[in-house]
């Protein structure tokens, strides 16, 4: 087989939740992601060469997400020849913008194009869940659909799976400031409540709907009244060094809203124009500037598209892992 007959697939990161949207909701940035290459080999079985970008994830295709996601994808086309895989890894692994899900979306990509694109994009979500069902040990669906599908991504149901993409209807930037402490999910998760007052329910369903609803009516106003969490914010928000302060200042420089992205430690902000994510980020910043904690600032667009096969060129040899 020629060595150099390969692709490339970027997916970006995510945020998820959206405030009002906990385990439902989730939109697509542009920047940063992960990259997966892959090509044929002759020999059968999944082989990751070289991890580039980050140390410490492990080689062994039975337990690195990319790896996960092929082996699936090859057991269910009954593909009896083996692929070579490399991981890129362009973002931080536990920041709430879904790590495991960029490689886990990139390595669908990247496989299904090098096998002729049997499965569509949607399709994939299903394969990229398996990545997130060995990175967590619950294959959800709100961060790998939107890498995948681009825009926001609603998820109705997982019994079936009922992912429905919204696009990006109108214009949306996004500011993240990431405190680069750690935060495990399992923590993030484990002090939630697992019953709710009906009083805060209903509010939480009203934001979610006046969420959707901002969105399709392109009502920016409606969008920000809506941007609120009643029932999680509260409680996994102690978690997060400074998080209220940071809040208050991105909504003071003009932001939409605020919250945490996903389970944590990064912190989301949503306006209306470049410009005002640009001073939101600045605003950002200065809460964490003396603070002791170093952080990492991303501003984005929300994008209509998400994975993409990237300019091929050669294939990089494999290197220490």
Known sequence: MDNNNFVKAYAPATVANVCCGFDVLGFALDAPGDEVWARKT???????????????????????????????????LNITHGLELQLHKGMPVGSGLGSSAA?????????????????????????????????SGSAHADNVAPSLLGGFVLVRDYEPL??????????????????????????SRSILKQEIPLKKGIRQWGNLAGLMAGLLKKDYNLLSR????????????????????VKEAALAAGALGAGISGSGPSIFALSATLEQAQSVKEAMESVYAGSGI???????????????LVAQSTFQPAVSL
């Not at 809506?226 to 302060?245: A, M, N, T, W």
Request: glycine fraction near 6%.
């Open 42 to 76: 002759e020999a059968p079985g999944i082989t990751i060469s070289a991890i580039h970008g980050i140390a410490g994830l492990s080689s062994d295709a039975k337990e690195n997400v990319i790896g996960v996601v092929a082996q699936k994808m090859l057991e269910d």
């Open 103 to 135: 490689s886990s979306a990139a390595a669908a990509f990247a496989v299904n194009a090098l096998l002729g694109s049997p499965f569509t994009t949607q399709e994939l979500v299903m394969y990229a869940m398996e990545g997130e069902r060995k990175a």
């Open 162 to 187: 009922d992912v429905v993409p919204l696009g990006v209807p109108l214009e949306l930037y996004c500011t993240i400031l990431y405190p680069q402490i750690e935060l495990k999910t399992s923590l």
């Open 226 to 245: 809506s941007l609120h969490d009643e029932i999680f914010e509260p409680e996994r928000s102690v978690l997060i060094p400074l998080f209220k302060q």
């Open 294 to 308: 170093e952080t990492k600032t991303y501003v984005s667009q929300v994008p209509d598209q998400g994975v993409r």
